[in-house]
């Protein structure tokens, strides 16, 4: 783990850059990492999509899905994520090194929009996060999405000019910079979503946007 004051020089996307915040971030995340929190585990995504909003967290975290191939070779394959869409994260994880072990996980209602948040970084130089509205996936994003990215540049900056890891006068983190090597899922329910777009793969409700900001950021200034 290089320290802040570290000086290196990377390639990503075919661009050079320095003092990669990165450090910064795990730096903050760092203090953090052997904490532990007893949090209610209340939701379980799947690579599937459901073509259905009656699908409430309470019961989704019990469902269990078992493929069978009765054929010559029987075989059998089930589906359950105890661990929710923290385990999901772990799983889109698994071939990439985590810059810190514990998955961050925000849960909150706010204007009957309920949000549900996981995330972690890695060593890669790609973002991934995906967007979920009532168990569909929202390829094209949506205001949940910007609210969460919002989110987290704010408080990621504000922490690090309160700990003095960035100096009042030099240039915030990007974005950009902070979501690098970040895997997230950012699912939100709320009674009556608006898509928008030709294919409906964008979420449109303007209470998504604020419900996911104040949640992620209330709880990640705690968590930091």
Do not use: W
């Amino acid at each position: 783990m290089r320290t802040v004051a570290d000086k290196v020089d990377v390639a990503s996307d075919r661009r050079r850059r320095e003092n990669v915040p990165r450090h910064i971030l795990c730096s903050m995340l760092k203090r953090v990492e052997s904490q532990r929190y007893d949090l209610k585990i209340k939701s379980i995504y799947f690579m599937l999509i459901y073509r259905s909003t009656h699908f409430y967290h309470e019961e989704e975290i019990k469902m269990k899905i078992t493929l069978k191939d009765d054929r010559e070779e029987k075989r059998e394959e089930s589906f359950h994520y105890e661990g929710g869409i923290r385990e999901f994260v772990s799983y889109l994880n698994r071939s990439v090194q985590p810059l810190y072990e514990q998955i961050i996980y925000c849960e909150g209602t706010r204007d009957d929009v309920y949000v549900e948040v996981a995330m972690q970084h890695n060593d890669s130089y790609t973002e991934s996060t995906y967007g979920f509205v009532n168990n569909i996936t929202t390829p094209e994003g949506g205001t949940h999405i910007v609210g969460f990215r919002n989110a987290l540049t704010k408080t990621f900056n504000a922490y690090a000019k309160k700990n003095k890891l960035i100096k009042e006068n030099e240039q915030s983190l990007s974005g950009e910079d902070i979501r690098e090597g970040l895997t997230a899922i950012v699912s939100v329910k709320l009674p009556e979503p608006q898509f928008e777009g030709q294919t409906k793969q964008k979420l449109g409700n303007s209470e998504a946007r604020g419900a996911v900001d104040s949640n992620v950021s209330s709880q990640l200034e705690i968590f930091l």
